[in-house]
């Protein structure tokens, strides 16, 4: 059961919750009202991957394209979980369970068509050199790919000269770092000196437990992100012409 205030609304969706409604009955109202793209994206917001897999091969067995339902069925229950984390009625672990259950659904679909899926684009995600803390980093990726991201994962204890050749490498949209010791967070401004000498200017997405939003903004690529969530929103950002300068205004809160 949730406590929230009988008034609020999810303005997006003209969505009254009521005070003794719970996550669930809140997601009831957010599905897909098709029978079986609600079927999936129910099974996501669960996090069953099980019946994921099963929604999706009834669902392609009745004649729809199994590309189709990654953005149709997939993306759709995905953003249920993420709007309800939003307005603070699920967790991060819920929101990592789903997204579990989404790639999976995602990998099934792939394998099911003959076809390509296009990825949104491409980011690279990593810890910095001297830190091998990486649950956050996990975290990020798991979520950046359930919501459609292709994600380079160079992983932990990561030297500035391997992440710099790697965005020379792969050109993706943005850089995913974080740091969870304080000795080690200055390897971001490294990181975003080997880049400016190289004229990229690609935004250096930062967080973890020693990274403060001050830190951040004081170097020119800089974007801090206090919640894991967040990530993909700032892609999605990214995507739609968003620069630097308007990233920090979107997403820094302090």
Not at 56 to 71: A, M, R, W
Not at 73 to 93: F, H, I, K, N, R
Not at 151 to 159: A, E, N, T
Not at 184 to 197: G, Q
Request: glycine fraction near 6%; charged fraction near 25%; proline fraction near 4%.
């Amino acid at each position: 059961m949730i406590d929230i205030n009988p008034k609020n609304i999810l303005i997006r969706y003209n969505i009254l919750v009521e005070s003794d409604m719970t996550p669930e009955e809140v997601a009831e109202q957010l599905f897909p009202t098709d029978p079986y793209i609600r079927q999936i994206a129910k099974a996501v917001f669960e996090g069953d991957e099980d019946e994921v897999v099963a929604a999706l091969q009834n669902t392609i067995d009745s004649g729809v394209d199994p590309l189709s339902l990654i953005n149709d069925a997939l993306m759709a229950g995905m953003e249920v979980v993420s709007t309800l984390y939003d307005y603070g009625l699920l967790y991060l672990p819920d929101v990592i369970i789903s997204a579990q259950a989404m790639i999976e659904g995602i990998e099934y679909c792939k394998e099911q068509s003959k076809q390509v899926h296009e990825s949104k684009g491409k980011i690279i995600s990593y810890v910095v050199e001297g830190d091998i803390h990486d649950i956050g980093k996990k975290i990020v990726t798991v979520l950046l790919r359930a919501n459609g991201y292709e994600v380079i994962d160079l992983g932990k204890d990561v030297p500035v000269e391997e992440v710099v050749a790697a965005v020379k490498r792969e050109k993706p949209i943005m850089l995913s770092g974080t740091a969870l010791m304080t000795t080690t967070m200055h390897a971001f401004k490294d990181v975003n000196s080997r880049l400016l000498a190289s004229d990229i200017n690609v935004p250096v997405v930062c967080g973890g437990g020693a990274v403060t939003q001050d830190f951040v903004s004081d170097y020119d690529l800089g974007v801090y992100c206090e919640e894991a969530a967040d990530v993909p929103k700032i892609a999605d950002s990214i995507l739609q012409g968003l620069d630097i300068r308007k990233l920090r205004d979107t997403f820094h809160k302090h």
